[in-house]
């Protein structure tokens, strides 16, 4: 009587699992809708700047935006050694077509246009804008926005610094480069006067990058820039899960700390507000 | 006629010296309507056919809707396209100022490869030289060592806008194609030529100057034309060094909007430049053509 009633139980439990096989496994590692199912597949820019992450090694943990990843997978339930990162240029990112990751993360800031190509998660850091600029240049003196209407400018493609200098600052044609190293190369060779990025950039570049360029000023937010999101194929579902995830990092203050630990400028910076 | 020639046409029983030298064209051969528009009705089908199908296998791909929306969607084209048009107009000038620099530095140093003599020794070795270098490397590493090496040198007196040195360094990349081309034009000039102008007492230069180079420069323009096609498209490589060009702005509302249709609407642009300058180029080939084979008659 009881090995029937086991036995019966047991194929109960066996039909649910067989049905339910797709719903019970959602939300976790073996979610069958992660790009490989048991592992949480990442992409990143090659190469990738501290202090976003360290030693152009998104694995290492260490950076804003892989601890920020680790914490997350963490979250999602997956193992650190289950976090398997991909290397993409940000043209790779916003590229149609299916996706060989799961999500990108490479300071991708997320706006009104851009959401109507690609689905983003929520935001998970909003950074201030900062100028750089050689030291001895007219920047250095600036104290409003007509200051900085005197000068060359310069800003790297694929970023949300473009409409900031033109549509903030009121710039007309800015040069713009396609990554860092040519900015600065035209900072150096005196072909611009100033930069703007985004301050933990500019941090980054005029510690070690850059060494000679200082952070003048920095600026004010824009609104219509919302910050940087997770950039997912457009239609991947997973963002929902995700979401969830930053929302408990958010609530328990991870990513308050990583910001403090990664992210935080000089507090004796000018701040230039119009 | 026991000598073998082939039978000429229309021979017949005339007197020889009212016949004709030549012989007759041959009668108009009266095309069947079947004969004369089945050709151009097969060529219409198969045209419909392959693109049709072509068009089918594209637009009934499950992405096509979204491609659609990220490549040709007219909105986006026609909210970037003040921006793309005023760097195309930016191409179209740097096109223009280059060209005619190359076209007259290419020009100098095909003479310089061409003098005799050995007193303009040094001059050929370094043209020579010249050539070989910046005929060997890519453009696109010429326009990044000018536009961001040469302005950090921060030499005094010199320009250091990267539009500038971006453009020289067009110039000295497209001037040692371009000498060679001219230098192709010169030496298939005849020597009977030079010999010519030199027995009436033409100087070097002046040989080279009424003789050998209004010949040599017409029978090398449409290939000159050819390069100036070329360059109109490569103009578009100074966005690298942060010219705002047609390209660069076109990237620039790709990367703000994540939306490639920028992209299309600069490729329409340069297609409306490009096209009418190659049709002109197979024109004068066309008419170049025509003009040796009546030299040769």
């Given at each position: ?25 959602d939300?976790t ?7 490989t ?21 998104p694995?290492?943990?260490?950076g ?7 914490a ?13 990162w ?5 043209d790779?990112?916003?590229a149609?077509?299916?996706k060989?990751?799961d ?5 991708i800031?997320?706006?009104e246009d ?11 850091s909003?950074?201030q ?8 240049s007219?920047?250095e ?6 200051d ?6 310069g800003v ?14 009121g710039v ?6 396609n990554d860092?190293?040519?900015l600065?190369?035209?900072?150096q ?5 100033a930069?703007a ?14 060494p ?6 920095i ?19 997973l ?8 929302a408990?990092?958010q ?13 935080i ?9 119009e | ?10 021979i ?22 079947r004969?004369?528009?089945?050709p ?6 198969m ?19 979204r ?5 040709f969607d007219?909105?986006a084209?026609a909210?970037?396209?003040?921006q ?6 930016l ?10 620099a ?8 095909a003479?310089f ?8 020794a040094p ?17 696109l590493?010429?326009v ?7 302005p ?6 010199l320009?250091?806008?990267?539009l500038f040195?971006?453009?020289?360094a ?10 060679e ?14 010999a ?30 050819n390069?100036a ?10 966005s ?11 990237q ?6 994540f939306?490639?249709?920028s992209?299309i ?11 009418p ?6 024109y ?14």
């Open positions: 009587m009881s090995i029937k009633i086991s036995l019966l139980s047991s194929l109960a439990v066996a039909a649910t699992l067989a049905f339910g096989t797709a719903h019970a496994q939300n590692p073996d979610d069958p809708r992660l790009f199912p048991g592992q949480l597949t990442v992409a990143t820019s090659d190469p990738v700047f501290p202090p976003w992450m360290m030693d152009n090694d694995s290492n943990g260490e804003f935006e892989s601890a920020f990843v680790y997350l997978a963490e979250k999602m339930g997956f193992a650190p050694d289950d976090v398997v991909v290397r993409e240029t940000f790779q990112a916003i149609p077509g299916a060989n990751y999500f990108g993360i490479q300071q800031s997320v706006t851009r959401a109507q190509i690609a689905t983003f998660s929520d935001v998970y909003q950074p804008k900062a100028v750089v600029a050689m030291p001895g007219a920047v003196q600036a104290s409003s926005f007509a900085l209407l005197q000068v060359r400018w790297m493609i694929g970023t949300t610094d473009l409409d900031y200098v033109e549509q903030i600052i007309d044609e800015p040069a713009v480069y860092q190293v040519g600065f190369q035209a900072l060779g005196n072909q611009i006067d930069v990025t985004e301050l933990p950039t500019a941090l980054y570049l005029t510690a070690v990058q850059v000679d360029a200082t952070i003048a000023a600026l004010p937010p824009d609104e219509n820039d919302y910050g940087h999101g997770l950039i997912f194929e457009q239609g991947n579902d963002v929902e899960w995700v979401n969830e995830a930053i408990e990092l609530s328990e203050g991870v990513i308050d700390a990583l910001v403090a630990q990664y992210l400028a000089d507090p004796d910076l000018p701040v230039i507000t | 006629m026991s000598s073998g020639l082939p039978p000429q046409g229309n017949s029983g005339a007197a020889p010296e009212t016949e004709p030298r030549r012989p007759l064209p041959p009668a108009k051969k009266k095309l069947s309507a004969d004369r528009y089945l151009a009705l097969i060529s219409v089908a045209i419909v056919a392959v693109f049709g199908f072509a068009g089918y296998a594209v637009t009934s791909a499950e992405q096509w809707p491609i659609a929306r990220q490549f007219l909105g084209m909210a970037s396209f003040p793309v048009l005023r760097g195309f107009w191409n179209i000038q740097v096109w223009a100022i280059c060209l005619f190359i076209m007259a530095w290419g020009l100098v140093l003479l490869r061409s003098l005799t003599g050995p007193w303009f001059l050929r070795v370094f043209t020579i030289v010249y050539i070989d270098l910046f005929r060997g490397l890519p453009v590493l010429l990044l060592i000018f536009g961001f090496g040469i950090a040198l921060n030499l005094p007196g320009p250091n806008s990267a040195w971006g453009a020289t067009m110039v000295i990349s497209y001037a040692a194609y371009s000498a081309i001219y230098r192709s034009g010169i030496e298939a000039v005849h020597d009977g030529q030079s010519a102008a030199r027995a009436l007492g033409l100087s070097q230069w002046q040989t080279m100057r009424y003789a050998i180079l209004p010949q040599a420069i017409r029978n090398v323009m449409p290939v000159l034309l390069l096609v070329a360059l109109q498209k490569d103009v578009a490589l100074l690298v060094i942060g010219v705002r060009d047609a390209v660069r702005e076109a620039i509302y790709t990367a703000q909007t939306n490639y249709s992209l609407a600069a490729a329409l642009l340069f297609l409306v430049a490009t096209i300058m190659a049709r002109l180029t197979d004068l080939t066309k008419k170049d053509r025509q003009r040796r084979l009546q030299g040769a008659s």
